[in-house]
Structures are given as C-alpha cells and as structure tokens.
C-alpha cells in the first residue's frame, strides 16, 4: 500500500512507520519540518496550507499529529493549543483527502478514550455516548473534524488510544523515575480504571484498521483486560522489582498538575476493545504484566 502518516516521528508514528516499511509498504510522511528524512510531504496545518496534489493516489492515510496533552500543565492557552492541533489539522486533512480525484480507501485518525470521560465502573464500547470535560469534549470535535472523508465515502476510522505502554514516552516513561527511587505508588485512591495497552499492540491495531474494511467509525484501542489503578502499580513494581508503597494523594497531584490530574491520572475509564476482538485481532501482549515487561 500506498500510507500517508502524519506524526511520524512520535511514540506511535515512528513504531508504526518502521513496522510498515518492514512489511514493505511504501510510506510517506507527513511533516511540519523540513528536518524530517525523506520521503515526506510538508503541511502547514496552523496556516491551513497542503498540496493537495501531492495527496492525490494514495491508499491510506493514518493521521496521529497533535500537541501532547501531557506536555505540560493545562493552562487556557495550553487548552487551546490541544483543541486546536487536533481538529484544525484533521479539518484540513480530511477536506484535502476528500476533494483530491484518487481518494484513500481508508482514513486512520488518532482519537483517544478521554471521549468517554470520567464514567466509574461502567463498561465502555465503542457505542457509549461520550461523556463530559475537556477530553471529552476536545475528542468529540476531533473526531468530527473528520466528517468530510467520510462524506466522500472513504472509510474513517477513529483510533481510540487507552494508555500507550512505552519507556520511550507516554505515562510510563514518566512513571518510571519515581519507581527507580523507591518512590512509587498508586495515585489518589486508586480505584479508578485504567484502560492500557503495549505499545506493539498500538502498531497491530492500527495495522489491523488498515487491512480490514469492516473496522470503521470508533474503534478502542486498548487491551482487553482494563486494571483498576492500583493494580497496574502493583504489577509495574512487581515487574520493575522495585516498591510500590508510596502513595500520591488525589489534592497533592491536583495542586501539582491542576485539571489535568483529574482528566489523566485519577478519571475512571474501564473499556473494551470490543471491535478490535471481533474482526479477529490477537493481542500481542494481551495481560498487563507481558505489556510492562515487553515496555
């Protein structure tokens, strides 16, 4: 195939794109830099500038550009630099997609399980409403950005990421220094869930949505077996052979991160992949402990 990736050198972009060349797709990046290797086309999502020319004739596009919602703390501008890097990139790139004369097949868009919210013990699938908050809110109109393709009749799908297991990035990596210290433990409570998954499934996910024309609309990316917090620490300190015993009170993490405590570390989200287990997909690392140690 023929793959436009955006977000090519992050956590998941750069995992997927060397595991496609592997297969011997032919994949183009998508870049705001000039410092990107080659292939790549240069977009300018903030100025809303594309060659749409360029885009025209390729079989796929996997769309995961975006401002980290973990880089730092969720001031109004902040806030705003989120919304905007997800659904003004996406509007732009799902309007250029569907006016070129060769559309893709299929159009991958990152999305992520803060569409649901803070939902306590209830089971999340793909045909839960969303719920309420910032994520939530910003995950509803990234997803809605895409409305354009799907109104060309390309196949969208919305990858909804749980959290992604790597040392290279993402929560883990900033989990593991306190770990390496001794200082490790649950935050808050700890009852709230936690929907995980190894950052090698991330890569099969995306692979799968790409392969499978019956995969489209909300697909949840995530490991079938969600972990109440607590347990996922336990486990990661098991896993590290380091304690687990030092707790992180919810204010103290508030006081210290601010709304971003309440959306990221101490929300409840225990969802299925319920699409991903019915087109067939087999977990690499399908229990928490194999995800932490393969991290």
């Known amino acids: 195939m023929k793959i436009l990736v955006s977000g090519a050198t992050g956590l998941i972009g750069g995992a997927l794109v060397n595991a496609l060349e592997i297969d011997r797709h032919e994949v183009t990046a998508l870049s705001r830099s000039e410092a990107v290797q080659a292939p790549r086309l240069l977009w300018d999502p903030e100025r809303g500038k594309i060659d749409a020319r360029m885009l025209d004739g390729f079989n796929a596009v996997v769309h995961l550009a975006g401002e980290s919602i973990a880089a730092g703390r969720w001031t109004p501008l902040m806030k705003e ?3 905007e890097s997800r ?4 509007g732009l790139l799902a ?3 569907a006016a070129v004369s060769r559309p893709p097949q299929v159009f991958v868009c990152a999305s992520a399980i803060g569409f649901y919210g803070d939902r306590g013990d209830e089971v999340l699938t793909e ?3 969303a719920g309420t908050g910032f994520l939530a809110d910003v995950c509803r109109e990234w997803e809605s950005a895409c409305r354009p393709a799907a109104a060309r009749g390309i196949r969208v799908v919305h990858a909804r990421f749980g959290v992604v297991l790597s040392r290279r990035g993402g929560a883990l990596k900033k989990m593991l220094p306190p770990f390496r210290w001794g200082l490790g433990g649950k935050i808050g409570s700890g009852r709230q869930w936690w929907s995980w998954i190894g950052l ?3 890569v099969g996910a995306i692979q799968q949505t790409l392969k499978d024309g019956s995969l489209s609309g909300p697909v949840n ?3 079938p077996g969600p972990v109440r917090h ?3 620490i336990r486990i990661l300190g098991r896993v590290l052979r380091r304690p687990a015993v030092t ?6 993490a508030k006081l210290v991160l601010g709304e971003m405590a309440d959306a990221l570390l101490l929300a409840s989200a225990r969802v299925e992949p319920r699409k991903l287990i019915q087109s067939g997909y087999v977990f690499r690392a399908p229990t928490l402990a194999q995800a932490l140690t393969e991290a």
């Open 247 to 252: 707790p992180l009170p919810a204010f103290a």
């Open 87 to 90: 659904c003004r990139g996406t």
């Open 230 to 232: 607590d347990e996922f």
């Open 127 to 129: 045909n839960s409403p």
């Open 200 to 202: 090698s499934d991330v």
């Open 221 to 223: 990316v995530t490991a």
């Open 95 to 97: 309007q250029t997609v």
């Open 81 to 83: 630099r989120i919304r």
